[in-house]
């Protein structure tokens, strides 16, 4: 590495070209597990997300078959459950890792960097707790609930 | 990569001779001796079918205006001294023909981006050669040193053969839009060169070279945006060397 010659004295003007300078090794490297986790999860996505979109567009009624008993109907069976799961916790960590590269590439400021990853962490973080406690939390027929609230599967 | 739908009307030329035609050169200033920053500066020179770039750039020092600065050495696209943005591309000023670019409208000449410049189209090119420092590009071999030479075969030398090509022009580092942000990238230059030692079969430090890469501004950085493989002017299918260096990183062995 060049050396900056005017460092050391009180009067120094900073080089401008220090900011093109290589700094070298910043952090611990994670990149490769990231990017082969990128590569593992975008496959498993593919599958995940076209039998979710077979099973619930296509097969029996169609479209036209989703309602509220539906969804009750299959987060009754853990398959689903952990189907659902997957989906969620892979793809929210696929797209979080994206715009965190996008981040990484675009955002200019370490400031702005950090606010952004920052509000991007928290967003996944709270999505994915949030689902997680649906899907394995969910009742149809919450007891003690107003019955004209609830679905026709409730009765009897 | 030859742009080949632009086109050349030269005027009706006499047969055996070569057309000339006039053509403008929009050049990006820098003067850092002034505060007024880049501009844009816009020359018109009589020019041939026969010319490259370069001769117009010869053409406006030499006649026009002495104090556009400019860096070449052999003008024969060996050396890799002038790399430059023509008409938003990278490419070599002394490998381009005028005739192939589309000289109705003016061509723009800006330096490389990504790298500081100092002025007019040179570039400070010292953060890409201390890019290429760190990848140790020469050979490192272990053991008693042959009496002879390092024998190898013809698939040996087949494997790297594509990466020996490099002449360090700065092409196509200066065009990956990772490297424009930060320069903390090693880029496709400094990766290409550790290529053609780490799957040279007579050199010994692979091992090294690729956790040299494996670091967080390393290859796992490089987005494929394949700008690199268009942006060279040796035809290097820089992408692809970079991802035989990303599956040498991931097996841990060359």
């Not at chain 2, 010869?58 to 890799?80: M, N, P, Q």
């Not at chain 2, 040279?200 to 796992?220: C, F, H, M, P, T």
Request: glycine share 8%; aromatic share 8%.
């Amino acid at each position: 590495m060049a050396t900056n010659t005017s460092s050391n004295s009180p009067t120094a003007i900073p080089n401008p070209t220090t900011r093109y300078r290589r700094t070298g090794q910043r952090g611990i490297n994670t990149e490769m597990l990231s990017w082969l986790f990128m590569r593992a999860s975008g496959l498993l996505l593919v599958i995940l997300v076209f039998g979710h979109l077979f099973v619930n567009l296509w097969l029996g009624l169609g479209v036209k078959g989703i309602d509220f008993a539906f969804v009750a109907g299959k987060w009754s069976s853990p398959f689903w459950q952990i189907w659902d799961l997957m989906m969620l916790w892979l793809g929210l960590i696929h797209g979080g890792n994206g715009v965190r590269t996008i981040i990484n590439d675009y955002a200019r400021g370490s400031t702005s960097r950090l606010v952004l990853k920052g509000l991007l962490y928290v967003a996944v973080v709270v999505t994915i707790v949030l689902g997680t406690l649906v899907i394995f939390t969910f009742d149809p027929c919450p007891a003690g609930a107003e019955p004209s609230l609830l679905p026709a599967i409730c009765e009897g | 990569m030859t742009a080949v739908a632009e086109r050349n009307e030269a005027p009706e030329a006499k047969a055996e001779e070569v057309p000339s035609f006039q053509v403008t050169m929009r050049i990006a200033r820098f003067d850092p001796d002034s505060d007024k920053g880049h501009r844009w500066e816009d020359f018109t020179v009589t020019m041939h079918g026969t010319d490259r770039v370069l001769d117009a750039l010869h053409e406006i020092k030499w006649h026009l205006d002495g104090s556009l600065t400019f860096r070449r050495s052999c003008a024969h696209g060996v050396c890799g001294s002038d790399a430059m943005r023509i008409n938003g591309r990278n490419r070599l000023a002394c490998k381009t023909l005028l005739k192939d670019l589309n000289i109705d409208k003016p061509i723009t000449v800006e330096p490389i981006k990504g790298l500081p410049v100092e002025k007019d189209l040179i570039v400070d090119m010292e953060p890409f050669f201390d890019s290429y420092r760190e990848v140790m590009p020469f050979l490192v071999a272990k053991g008693q040193e042959p009496s002879r030479e390092r024998l190898q075969s013809a698939e040996q030398r087949e494997r790297f053969d594509d990466t020996t090509k490099c002449i360090l022009c700065a092409a196509c580092t200066s065009s990956c839009p990772v490297f424009w942000t930060d320069g903390q990238y090693f880029g496709p230059a400094a990766i290409v060169n550790a290529h053609r030692f780490i799957f040279d079969s007579r050199d010994d430090a692979g091992e090294q070279r690729l956790e040299i890469l494996n670091s967080k501004e390393g290859v796992w950085r490089c987005r494929t945006t394949f700008n690199c493989s268009e942006a060279c002017p040796r035809g290097i299918q820089v992408t692809k060397a970079i991802a035989e260096v990303k599956q040498a990183v991931i097996r841990g062995r060359v």
